[in-house]
């Protein structure tokens, strides 16, 4: 067979290979965020550790961050000390993928030698501290750290591991059988890589690593020739925790890379909102590829070219120990960041600012004071929810549609059955996408409250609610976030707060922004959108000019 | 229309075979008739006690019934019976799927639970493509401005939390009236534990609108995850009027001509519905042509005796394929429908009911083959259809086919395709390929031929593995059946690919679903969610539940097919406590705790590698599947003689086992024997070719069946 054709093949089977270890994490793990929402990634490595293939799942936020780990695993552990049937675990911030809440797995393959590595991450429920939320000050209220170690050692269980977790966290069954999880997946990986390099007489990957590597670096290379050589830069404010924090990008494409540089950044934030290194790679490098090139796999040669640079201690490069939980919150505006920039550079390509940050809360759950029955229980409840996306140079926005992330959100019924939680509304909000030639897609309306018997504290993880998402060339901005109680009172984007008894929390999810100016959108797109409600009578006669 | 009074689980039943003579229902006899409706052709097989005829004749998409009656009237008059005489007509038609990828169904409304009016337009929230800016969201079935809500909420328990007042449901009644809907879907929040609120707004409906037809979700799928659930409910809702009168309309033509045998339809899950059954849930209608085609692998698996079986159908623009366990088709629970974006998951639409769980993978004959960004040869899913076809066609098709491919291979003999309708070119193929991936790759044409080749059986071979992983199955186990058009040309690469040694390519692949529609074995499974955790499990609650099912599995069976000796496999639906999805357990005669825990252990370790210790197990649910022993079928004969090859009949064949082209025997279909002859070889008939490589030795087996088994190296 001739070596093209033969690698090929074998470049197809890795991708199929981490397809198959995400899809056995996600059938044997326990958290919802994990088994109905995809929050999670899986890898397969060289014995270098760099990353030769990834399972496209819900988290563009892993995927450089994953890229990266497997060298720590080999700097801590020492790869002179692996043996078959090893199995290591993290889930340090700055080793991992930037919070308390993922854990990684890796697993090292062995032939005659080391050969390689499989890694997978996901997100657990809790991982104890405070519990999810914004309001740790460092990142030791955040939870349980646990450092690069074994979770098995030849085939066996760390069992002191697993009972220092077990004692440390809200649900133990969930969070120790998500690790399980996580080294079954890496096993079935690891299965199957051994039965391709049987079928091909592999002794090591050395040379399938340098075929996807050749190739791969050159498409991305070729993509990036074909760019004007600019300068660009943007920035974007966002609410923060207590003060609102400018995000700024500038953007240099070289002949061989695409440099995004966050100098003049705002600085650490005393609340749980910063972001590691890796993280912020690997949201930067997700917009740049999206935008440049969407086709070409992650792998370490397609992501080598894509640099990004940020001053330690600043928000998007924040050094232990800060508070990091919801590094996510300001990782998801970085997209919006970046493309404002690239639209500089590359006009009609980009959307308009859309929501960025999945709209997620932990509610926890305890039965009311006084009440006495034996069965009550405490739950936390996690649930992913997206507002809209921006509008496209020649498309609407999405409604209640995550980007730049892409888990999906629990089904209603399957959160109900986790605890006793009742999600009394979950549906599209009206005149919350911004006014353009394109409108930007909606966000959405929510009420959450607690099951007869029991009471609620609610964290909060919201942004937009002082800095909607802006329109672009001309549109308007969506609609700002809102979160209030039943009766009105206002709450606070992030953190973690009480619901009285009986009262619900009501969300109001934040919209895109428009794209071009209303003016432009043909009479036909208005009637469509007030024909289904996306849009109020008064709100086409305010924004659009539009009487029926 | 009946819209009442059902029972939440619809009965469904599947037909005894025809068997010889002890057949309670058909008679040796009677002829039965199979009918598949696909995209391009009506399938119309009859079958009289021992032969077998059979027709495609041209879909009529106004009106299906037209080319169903003039393929009933053509092999009536072959076989030399009269329409009267025919006993049973069993049907399976794609015109429900149709409906729903393009969109033609009935003026439908939702009603909803306040608060929860968009939930089939927000899906999963998610994206089905993560680097695509310029991503287009499937449409909802059914737009916003139809989605009505009523005030009502159930629990996850099934308790109410809010009852509908009757003034809400008496406006609701009003808004379907004044918006003339003719379907409204019904799908409340929990309705899975607690019917009651849909019962009581379809009770309304029916009262003031007796011809509005209605679906509710607690009938339609009682399962837990109300996007599924209710996109299901909306989707036999928006198919059901047109589907109740096509069947009306069939029925009436049928008996026109003096066909008044009893019509079944076959749905998705490979078992056989009455007409009312199917008009009332025909979105249980859906995929039931490649279910037919499963029932067939399935048949043939249980006529040479196999228990496991992977069956690989792969036809011009898609590829299927299947496990087939104990002779019975591997079922799922959900589905998707309509893929809008190149067969990604997550761009269709979600259909929760019983389905014979198939991967579908857009690769088949005109599958066009191109190079990427990375250098990499990129096959399919687009496909050049039959117009302009390959670029061998000499139709004006410029990009390479898999069939190209396959030509310049020396697989396809040019001048005898298609029985020699079609001649091929094989300069036009190697063009093609030239301009597409040799030049850009610097390979040569056979070698440019040979990766196209390779990568799409690399694909198929990644999906029956991801698929095989996904059900704990060890595929180097596994014979595969192969059927479809191009399935022959590749199956035994494939089966090296997958370590699988054994290939049978049976006789009459071309109606392959008409004939498995004829082939449904006599089985009922009844299943119960009845939850149970096994730290306080009772075996005598189990014992009364399985018997429960039992009774009633078999039941079924038995009115199907008396006397027949009945068999009975049992299930647990279990999972750790906590896990989201749970796995059947196959349950022995021991029902004591540790035996449940033993055998779900052992079943989470076929599947996942390792065990949890120290986690409670859980019962979701239970099911009894009763099945009447098959008896032997009718087929095809073949010589008792050895092969009749002409040993001057060869062809040059690209081998990929061996990396090379070697000279390979040409033996036509009728002429292969009972003893073995090793390959290489390929075995023409009129529609299609089986490749028999280096490492493989073919034979055939009484029934006409071409058996591929791989020969251990000397």
């Not at chain 2, 968009?118 to 989605?147: A, C, G, W």
């Not at chain 2, 730290?535 to 189990?542: K, V």
Request: proline share 6%.
């Amino acid at each position: 067979m001739t070596d093209t054709v033969a690698h090929q093949v074998m470049w197809n089977r890795l991708i199929s290979i981490v397809e198959e270890q995400a899809q056995a994490l996600v059938r044997t793990a326990f958290s919802t965020s994990v088994r109905e929402a995809g929050d999670l990634s899986a890898g397969v490595y060289d014995s270098e550790g760099r990353m030769l293939a990834q399972a496209v799942t819900g988290t563009p936020g892993h995927v450089n961050a994953m890229a990266e780990s497997v060298g720590h695993f080999m700097r801590e552990i020492g790869v002179a000390r692996m043996s078959p049937g090893d199995v290591y675990i993290t889930n340090d911030p700055w080793w991992g993928t930037g919070h308390l809440h993922d854990i990684t797995v890796v697993t090292p393959v062995f032939r005659d030698k080391l050969v390689g590595f499989f890694a997978c991450t996901a997100h657990v429920v809790d991982i104890g501290g405070r519990g999810f939320g914004a309001d740790g000050n460092s990142v030791y209220e955040e939870g349980l750290r646990i450092p690069i170690m074994h979770f098995a050692r030849e085939g066996e269980v760390n069992r002191d591991l697993v009972g220092i977790v077990r004692a440390n966290v809200r649900e133990a069954v969930q969070v120790v059988g998500d690790i399980h999880a996580l080294a079954t997946c890496n096993e079935v990986g690891l299965r199957r890589l051994t039965a391709m390099m049987e079928e091909f007489a592999l002794s090591d990957l050395s040379a399938i690593a340098g075929f996807i590597f050749e190739n791969s670096r050159r498409a991305t290379l070729e993509r990036i020739a074909a760019l004007p050589r600019r300068t660009a830069a943007n920035e974007m404010v966002i609410d923060g925790f207590a003060t609102p924090i400018r995000l700024a990008v500038t953007l240099q494409i070289e002949e061989e890379r695409i440099l995004a540089d966050y100098a003049s950044t705002s600085g650490t934030d005393p609340k749980g909102i910063n972001v590691p290194l890796v993280y912020t790679q690997a949201y930067t490098c997700y917009a740049l590829k999206c935008a440049v090139a969407p086709e070409i796999p992650n792998n370490w040669a397609s992501l080598a070219p894509f640099e990004v640079m940020a001053p330690p201690g600043s928000i998007v490069n924040a050094l232990d120990p800060a508070p990091v939980a919801l590094r996510h919150v300001i990782g998801h505006m970085l997209p919006d960041t970046v493309l404002g920039a690239l639209h500089e550079i590359l006009p009609d390509r980009v959307p308009a600012e859309g929501a960025g940050a999945l709209c997620n809360f932990q509610i926890s759950l305890r039965p009311v004071e006084g009440a006495n029955d034996p069965g009550a229980r405490r739950a936390e409840v996690l649930m992913f929810n997206c507002g809209g996306s921006g509008a496209r140079p020649g498309l609407d926005g999405m409604s209640a549609t995550a980007f730049p992330s892409g888990v999906m959100t629990m089904p209603v019924e399957a959160v109900e059955q986790t605890g006793p939680v009742i999600i009394w509304q979950k549906e599209l909000r009206p005149d919350s996408g911004g006014a353009g030639t394109h409108r930007g897609g909606l966000g959405q309306n929510m009420q959450i409250g607690a099951a007869d018997g029991y009471r609620f504290d609610f964290s909060a993880m919201f942004d937009r609610v002082h800095h909607p998402a802006r329109g672009r060339e001309g549109g308007q901005p969506g609609g700002a976030t809102r979160f209030t109680l039943s009766d009105g009172t206002e709450m606070q984007g992030k953190g973690r707060q009480a619901i009285p008894p009986g009262a619900r929390a009501v969300l109001a999810l934040p919209g895109g922004g428009g794209y071009g100016p209303p003016g432009e959108r043909t009479p036909e797109q208005i009637r469509r959108d007030l024909d289904l409600g996306y849009v109020s009578a008064e709100a086409a006669r305010r924004d659009y000019g539009y009487e029926e | 229309m009946r819209n009442s009074g059902l029972p939440v689980c619809p009965a469904e039943f599947n037909l005894c075979h025809n068997g010889k003579g002890k057949d309670p229902i058909v008679s040796d006899q009677t002829a039965r008739i199979g009918v598949d409706i696909g995209g391009t052709f009506t399938d119309v097989v009859l079958e009289t006690g021992a032969a077998r005829v059979s027709t495609k004749v041209l879909t009529t998409y106004d009106a299906p019934e037209r080319a169903i009656l003039a393929g009933i009237a053509e092999i009536c008059d072959q076989a030399g019976i009269a329409p009267g005489e025919v006993g049973q007509i069993i049907h399976g038609t794609t015109l429900a799927t149709n409906a729903l990828i393009e969109r033609r169904g009935a003026h439908t409304a939702l009603i909803t639970t306040e608060g929860f009016r968009d939930v089939i337009e927000m899906r999963t929230e998610s994206r089905f493509e993560q680097y695509d800016l310029n991503l287009k969201l499937p449409d909802p079935l059914i737009p916003r401005n139809h989605r009505h809500v009523l005030d009502e909420r159930m629990d996850a328990e099934g308790r109410v939390l809010r009852a509908p007042s009757p003034e809400a449901i008496a406006g609701l009644v009003e808004t379907i009236r004044a918006g003339e809907y003719e379907s409204v879907a019904i799908g409340f929040l929990h309705a899975y534990a607690n019917p009651a609120h849909e019962q009581a707004m379809r009770a309304a409906l029916t009262a003031a609108l007796p011809d509005l037809s209605i679906s509710i979700s607690s009938e339609v799928s009682p399962q837990m995850r109300e996007y599924e659930r209710f996109n299901t409910t909306c989707a036999n809702a928006y198919v059901k009027p047109q589907m109740a009168a096509y069947l009306g309309r069939l029925t009436e033509r049928l008996a026109e001509i003096g066909a008044v045998a009893p019509v079944f339809l076959m749905h998705s899950g490979g078992g056989i519905i009455d007409l009312d059954t199917a008009a009332e849930f025909p979105v249980r209608l859906v995929e039931s042509g490649p279910a037919g085609g499963a029932i067939f692998a399935a048949d043939l698996a249980a006529r040479h005796g196999l228990d496991k079986v992977l069956s690989f159908d792969m036809g011009g623009t898609t590829a299927k394929i299947c496990l087939i366990k104990g002779q019975a088709p591997k079922t799922a629970r959900v589905f998707e429908v309509a893929r809008s974006y190149r067969f990604k998951k997550g761009s269709g639409m979600p259909i929760s009911i019983p389905v014979i769980d198939m991967v579908e993978i857009g690769a088949g004959g005109g599958s066009l083959a191109g190079v990427d960004a990375m250098r990499q040869i990129r096959v399919g899913p687009e496909s050049a259809s039959s117009e302009p076809g390959p670029a061998c066609y000499g139709r004006g098709g410029t990009r390479p086919a898999v069939t190209d491919a396959d030509l310049v291979l020396g697989r396809i003999d040019p001048g005898n395709f298609a029985g020699g309708r079609i001649v091929l070119s094989t300069e036009a193929a190697g063009e093609a390929l030239e301009a597409h991936v040799a030049g850009p790759l610097e390979l040569d044409r056979l070698q440019a031929a040979h990766g196209v080749s390779e990568m799409v059986d690399e694909t198929m071979a990644n999906a029956a593995r991801v698929h095989a992983v996904e059900n704990g199955e060890d595929l180097a186990e596994y014979t595969m059946i192969a059927f479809g058009g191009a399935a022959p040309l590749h199956a035994a690469r494939l089966c090296q690919k997958l370590g699988i040694g054994r290939l049978l390519v049976p006789s009459g692949a071309g109606v392959g679903s008409a004939i498995g529609f004829l082939r449904a074995p006599a089985s009922f499974e009844a299943t119960q969610s009845t939850y149970m955790r096994l730290g306080t499990y009772s075996q005598s609650a189990a014992v009364e539940v399985l018997e429960r099912l039992g009774a009633e599995a078999r039941g079924f069976v038995a009115r199907c097919a008396p006397g027949a000796e009945i068999g009975e496999s049992r299930r647990a639906f279990m999972r750790y406590v906590g896990q989201g999805w749970e796995i059947p357990v196959e349950l022995g005669p021991d029902l004591s705790p540790d035996a449940l825990r033993s055998g779900f252990e052992a079943a989470y370790a076929v599947l996942f590698g390792r065990v949890v210790e120290g986690l409670e197990i859980e019962i979701a649910s239970w099911s009894v599947n009763a099945i009447a022993a098959t008896p032997p079928g009718i087929g095809e004969t073949s010589p008792e003689q050895d092969t009749a090859a002409d040993e001057h009949l060869t062809r040059e064949i690209f081998d990929p086992g061996i990396g090379r082209k070697t000279s390979a025997r040409v033996i036509a279909r009728g002429a292969v024997g009972r003893a073995p002859l090793s390959g290489p070889a390929v075995v023409v008939e009129r529609e299609t070719a089986t490749v028999t490589p280096t490492s493989f030795a073919i034979h055939a087996a009484q029934d006409g069946t071409l058996i591929l088994t791989r020969e251990e190296p000397a």
